[in-house]
């Protein structure tokens, strides 16, 4: 069993910051990559930003500049420092990551999501 846990969304004003956090845990086994989507309403998943395990990282254009994406690799946990934030930005930001488990396995596992607004 593996679990993808994150925290660190909520409301916040155009202009401003947040940082989300995302635990891995579980069985597993090695991490090859993970990242973060995100969905705002009536649009599809879009793809926010990746870390592989070789330390590439890839962005959206959308947030490049903006956006950091960052791991530590001893608590299996990736963060993403969102700075600059606009209204645009509002969705569900869903993290994943692309692992083998204890059965030497390979696969995608989400979390539950966490909300993102940006507003005044």
């Known amino acids: 069993q593996v679990e993808l846990v994150e925290s660190g969304g909520g409301l916040v004003q155009p202009g401003g910051s947040l940082r989300l956090s995302c635990a891995a845990s579980g069985s597993i086994s090695s991490i090859y990559a993970m990242g973060w989507y995100r969905q705002a309403p009536g649009k599809q998943r879009e793809l926010v930003a990746t870390?592989?395990?070789?330390?590439?990282?890839n962005y959206a254009d959308s947030v490049k500049g903006r956006f950091t994406i960052s791991r530590d690799g001893a608590k299996n946990t990736i963060y993403l420092q969102m700075n600059n934030l606009k209204p645009e930005d509002t969705a569900v930001f869903y993290c994943y990551a692309v692992l083998m488990n204890t059965s030497a396995w390979i696969y995608d596992y989400w979390g539950q999501g966490t909300q993102v607004t940006v507003s005044s």
């Open positions: 870390l592989t395990s070789g330390g590439s990282r």
